[in-house]
């Protein structure tokens, strides 16, 4: 594939991308699969290229409008073009030939464009603060409270790409076995910094050259949700709860802290994600664990399971601040219930799992957001509502995790942690008998 065919399949997969409200990955991988004829230098330049038409989406609709053309992924990809990738008009020009498989001729409208970003870069002095850092309207007044001065430098650390971070389950390998396969395979692995079972990768590949994936010895996981599920500090023998399951990324991790030894339930709303979680259970060879479809989080399971069990994991649904590194799409995606009624959710969840929880059992409230409604506040009401609950501080409930600062809580930052943003909560129950229904 030439480079104008790439940038006009490029703009095609960026079409996708904004007429859908499914999430960048899901689009990218339907996308791909209808054109198995893409290969694979091809599909890792094109997803580079529409990672950063969306982590510069904001800043690029600001200098369309400055020049009054109209907002399009076509007329974003020619400001990128230009601001982004120091491309001249007449180069822009020869790629947008009208060609057979490349973008079609500049209208006479596209060619003032480019003649008006010439010379410029992505940013300007006159650009508002929630332009030039890409923070939407609905975040900017809780994110600002959340990092006070640092507001910026955090925000600018959102919009740099992610590294690739690998979780080895110890059931199949070990981490050192595991750096020595992807070394032999000429990549540049490391241990991560703060996860005693991670691996780090610089950036993003093809994880065709991953082999550990299909045989279950690694799984993809940031690390900062990898310390989450080292904060349960599930033992093998318990009985424990992953209550917003998902496709089971922290369930898995949990599974392999236990050694396939005791009972471990993974929970969740939707099915699909739960058969997702099962498959993947099996590929990683973890047999402790079922996975229970909730109708809804006060579902009667949890009733007739009440006191039943030693850790219960409470990873909510959230607003995804944490996230926007990673995902740079949902950042324009405001929390689909609102975040009051977000809120208000989160709580109820966490009061219904705490029923599960047995007497002296732990409970760990997580999030990947960074907006302080979502975590420290949400903690402080479930703790004033539920006096038989105390904050376990992390040196307490986490002796041999090192490199955190001391504190109450877990609360991870791409600047401050290079992780994505995760904050987590661990409560314990008095050792008593459970409070009656």
């Not at 003032?112 to 939407?136: F, K, Q, S, W, Y």
């Not at 640092?150 to 690998?166: H, I, V, Y």
């Not at 208000?344 to 799992?353: D, F, M, P, T, Y």
């Not at 401050?416 to 008095?430: E, P, W």
Request: proline share 6%; charged share 25%.
């Amino acid at each position: 594939m030439n480079s104008a065919a790439r940038l006009q399949a490029t703009l095609d997969l960026l079409t996708d991308v904004e007429r859908t409200a499914r999430p960048v990955d899901a689009v990218t991988s339907s996308f791909f699969r209808s054109r198995r004829f893409i290969d694979e230098q091809d599909r890792g330049a094109m997803l580079e290229l529409l990672y950063a038409l969306l982590r510069h989406q904001a800043r690029l609709g600001w200098w369309l409008a400055r020049l009054g053309h109209a907002d399009s992924p076509r007329a974003q990809l020619l400001a990128w073009l230009i601001l982004g990738q120091g491309r001249s008009p007449s180069n822009v020009a020869r790629q947008f030939d009208g060609a057979k498989f490349a973008p079609a001729p500049l209208s006479d409208a596209e060619r003032a464009l480019l003649a008006g970003l010439r010379n410029h870069t992505i940013e300007h002095p006159e650009m508002p603060d929630a332009v030039r850092l890409e923070c939407p309207d609905w975040a900017m007044a809780p994110l600002r409270q959340r990092f006070g001065g640092a507001f910026a430098k955090e925000m600018a650390a959102t919009l740099t790409p992610p590294p690739l971070d690998l979780r080895v389950n110890p059931i199949r390998a070990s981490r050192a076995e595991v750096l020595k396969g992807l070394h032999k395979l000429g990549l540049e692995a490391e241990a991560t910094a703060l996860s005693p079972n991670g691996i780090r990768l610089p950036e993003r590949l093809s994880l065709a050259r991953l082999p550990g994936l299909k045989t279950g010895e690694i799984e993809i996981q940031d690390e900062g949700s990898q310390l989450v599920a080292l904060l349960v500090d599930a033992q093998p023998g318990e009985r424990v709860v992953d209550f917003c399951a998902g496709a089971g990324g922290k369930t898995l991790a949990l599974a392999a802290q236990m050694n396939n030894r005791g009972h471990l339930v993974a929970c969740d709303v939707n099915e699909s994600r739960l058969k997702r979680c099962a498959e993947r259970l099996r590929k990683a060879g973890l047999h402790n664990a079922e996975t229970r479809l909730l109708a809804s989080e006060t579902d009667k399971w949890v009733k007739r399971r009440k006191g039943g069990f030693d850790r219960v994991l409470v990873d909510a649904p959230c607003s995804g601040t944490g996230t926007w590194r990673r995902n740079p799409d949902a950042r324009w995606r405001a929390p689909e219930l609102g975040l009051e009624a977000l809120i208000a959710l989160q709580s109820r969840i966490l009061a219904s799992a705490a029923r599960l929880v047995k007497p002296g059992g732990r409970l760990v409230y997580a999030t990947c957001s960074l907006l302080p409604e979502e975590n420290e506040a949400q903690v402080a009401a479930f703790l004033a509502a539920n006096p038989a609950f105390r904050v376990v501080p992390l040196a307490e409930a986490a002796p041999n995790l090192t490199g955190l600062t001391p504190a109450e809580y877990l609360s991870l930052t791409p600047a401050r942690h290079d992780t994505d943003g995760f904050f987590a909560a661990v409560l314990q129950r008095a050792d008593q008998a459970p409070e009656s229904a």
